[in-house]
Each structure stands twice: as structure tokens, then as C-alpha cells.
């Protein structure tokens, strides 16, 4: 099956720092990446759309100054959270579209801000 | 958009019987619909999954009915073992650009 790779899995930092997360496929090229968050006990809520070489889609309700997105190449995307508050504290959680319908899920990152 | 809704957000079993969640979708436009099973701080990973042209898949202990109709789908576990225990998300997408829509979840928890 197709690996979906994302790091960190976990990140604590200071309240107004901002933090990176990098979504990786390793064995295929996606033009599009998803990115996902998910509080504790809760669902998946889509954030954005990512697509190589533009810009991306955000759903509504997402701040797209706050959580920037990059997806320079078509192995990667990654997600920024800017000047992150302890209510941005969630699991974030990447995901790569190979070509067809099946959807690939990195690890998840989960983090925390204290 | 899409609103996915699932039921029953916790579900309790005794090993060796059977589970049943329902979801229901709100775009008929939604063609493709998965299931994903999520153990705790872990990625989900994809169990059983319909299109829209089929009403009913199964593999092994688990099938997945679907009707469009009335815009719900159901996934069935037979025999179920403790092992099944996690969370459970049905999701529903329009296809080509694989923009998906979770359900709330349900926690399956199997008692042997």
C-alpha cells in the first residue's frame, strides 16, 4: 500500500511560537494533500486542500493566515501553525491522494501548546 | 458542503456478536464511501469501503450496505472479537479530488 509519512508525531512548545509539521509520501507522487485535525474524542474535520504548485484551499471557518500551507513538491506539503495558542493544542493529521479514490493518512502530529 | 452523520457514538458488544453503525449523507453528489477504523493516537486506516454503484460489499467479517436513496450506509461486523474495539468513522467523498467528510465516530468496545 501507498506510505503516508508525517513528522513530528509530537510537538509541545511555547504559546506565540509557531510550529511546522511536514507530510511526506514516500512511494508515490500526490498532487493534492489533505490536511485533518482532530480534537480528543472527536472526528476528523477537514482544515485544507493542498495542491502542488498552488495555492491552497481552505475550508470555512479556517484561519489561512494562522495554519500555512506549502506544497513546494509533489512528495511534500507541510502545515504551520503561526504564533500557536494553547487552543490550537489538537492532533493534526496529514493525508495524500494517490490518484484514486482511497485516501492514505500519515501518523498524525500531535501537539501541544503550553 | 457534505454533513455526515454516524450512529451510535459508543457501542458495546459481547465478543462473538454483531455491531451495526449507520451513517447518513446529505449530497447525493457523494459517490465513494469508506470506513475507517482509528485506534487511539494512531492514523486511520481504511477497513472496507463502497462505491455508488454497489449496494452491498463484504470481506470477511465485514460488509458495508449502502443506500442511495435514502443517502445512509450501514457497516456490519459479524463475530466480533476484542480486537475490534477502537473507533470507527464512516466518511463520505464526491470522488476526483478526494475531499472527505468524516462522521462523529463511534467507539466499539467488545467485551470477551
Known amino acids: 500500500g501507498a506510505v503516508v509519512s508525517q513528522h513530528p508525531s509530537r510537538v509541545i512548545c511555547k504559546s506565540g511560537t509557531s510550529v511546522k509539521i511536514e507530510c511526506r509520501s514516500l512511494?508515490?507522487?500526490?498532487?493534492?494533500m489533505f490536511w485533518y485535525r482532530q480534537f480528543p474524542k472527536q472526528s476528523l474535520m477537514l482544515m485544507a486542500t493542498s495542491n502542488e504548485g498552488s495555492k491552497a484551499t481552505y475550508e470555512q471557518g479556517v484561519e489561512k493566515d494562522k495554519f500555512l500551507i506549502n506544497h513546494a513538491s509533489l512528495t511534500l506539503s507541510t502545515l504551520t501553525v503561526t504564533s500557536a495558542h494553547p487552543e490550537d493544542s489538537s492532533f493534526y493529521i496529514c493525508s495524500a491522494d494517490r490518484g484514486g479514490e482511497k485516501l492514505f493518512f500519515g501518523s498524525g502530529t500531535q501537539l501541544s501548546v503550553l | 458542503g457534505e454533513n455526515v452523520e454516524q450512529h451510535p457514538s459508543t457501542l458495546s458488544v459481547q465478543e462473538g456478536d454483531s455491531a451495526v453503525i449507520k451513517c447518513t449523507y446529505s449530497d447525493s453528489a457523494s459517490n465513494y464511501f469508506p470506513w475507517y477504523k482509528q485506534e487511539l493516537g494512531k492514523r486511520p486506516q481504511l477497513i472496507i469501503d463502497?462505491?455508488?454503484?454497489?449496494g452491498e460489499k463484504k470481506d470477511q467479517r465485514i460488509a458495508v450496505t449502502l443506500n442511495k436513496t435514502a443517502k445512509h450506509f450501514s457497516l456490519h461486523i459479524t463475530e466480533t472479537q476484542p480486537e475490534d474495539s477502537a473507533v470507527y468513522f464512516c466518511?463520505?467523498?464526491?470522488?476526483?479530488?478526494?475531499?472527505?467528510?468524516f462522521g462523529s465516530g463511534t467507539k466499539l468496545n467488545v467485551k470477551p
Open positions: 512511494d508515490f507522487q500526490a498532487t493534492t
Open positions: 463502497i462505491r455508488s454503484n454497489v
Open positions: 466518511a463520505a467523498s464526491m470522488g476526483n479530488f478526494n475531499k472527505f467528510y
